[in-house]
């Protein structure tokens, strides 16, 4: 128990900082400088102003300063965060691979904010969560082999699917997230992966072509690798089920 709250406190604190990251990478703003300060008039907070999810809660959602609302994002991202830090270390049970992993999955839960916020994705960020992606496990070099495999994967698709199509259908992103997955969970799992991502896209993207809104795919790769990591037996066993 004194490992998982540890491993939480630090998760919450990285979901802090990760929405330094979400708003100011993509404003090509430093990450460091200046210090945290209300996007709205520019005050610079106070150390009880920052602290995670608790100084939102008690300021009720606004600036102490000028009283605008500050976004429910910052307190969703940090709890969200230290869950998944939380759920890794459940699974894993090595403290090092928790970290490590959980490091995957929060970089690509800024990714994917802002992904949906800003409709780009840094290549800062995509690469670290590859990089970290092949030490998600001592056995590296696997790791790394099933990265390479998807990513060639996920780029023959891309020029299939963009010469049907007629247009740019994947991006250089969707192929280093396709890189992560594969490194993080395997070729098997990563293909479960794609098509639970589909699965869980089809109703948003049937929803916002019917009010002619672009979404984007990569919180619901995200999303479906979480899903898969941590039910990695069952579907291991729903695999071999279907296919011996």
């Known amino acids: 128990m004194y490992e998982l709250g540890i491993v939480v406190v630090i998760g919450i604190l990285i979901g802090s900082f990760l929405n330094v990251l979400i708003i100011r990478i993509p404003k090509d703003e430093s990450v460091v400088f200046p210090s945290s300060h209300c996007v709205k008039c520019g005050e610079n907070l106070k150390w009880w102003h920052n602290i995670p999810i608790f100084s939102w809660i008690f300021l009720q959602g606004k600036c102490a300063f000028c009283k605008d609302k500050i976004s429910i994002q910052y307190p969703i ?53 590859l990089s970290l992606a092949i030490f998600s496990s001592y056995e590296l070099i696997d790791n790394f082999q099933n990265a390479l495999l998807f990513a060639g994967g996920f780029t023959i698709l891309r020029f299939y699917v963009s010469y049907f199509v007629k247009r740019e259908a994947m991006g250089e992103a969707d192929i280093i997230i396709g890189a992560t997955i594969g490194g993080i969970i395997g070729i098997k799992l990563g293909l479960v992966t794609i098509f639970l991502s589909a699965l869980l896209a089809l109703p948003a993207f049937l929803i916002a072509g019917k009010r002619d809104m672009e979404l984007p795919f990569i919180p619901f790769l995200a999303m479906a690798l979480f899903i898969v990591y941590i039910g990695d037996d069952f579907f291991k066993s729903l695999l071999v089920s279907m296919y011996g």
Request: charged share 15%; aromatic share 16%.
């Open 77 to 129: 991202v940090e709890f969200a965060s230290g869950v998944i830090f939380a759920l890794v270390y459940f699974k894993e049970g090595d403290l090092t691979l928790s970290f490590i992993v959980g490091g995957v999955f929060v970089l690509l839960l800024a990714l994917s904010m802002i992904d949906f916020k800003f409709k780009e994705v840094p290549d800062s960020l995509n690469l670290l969560a």
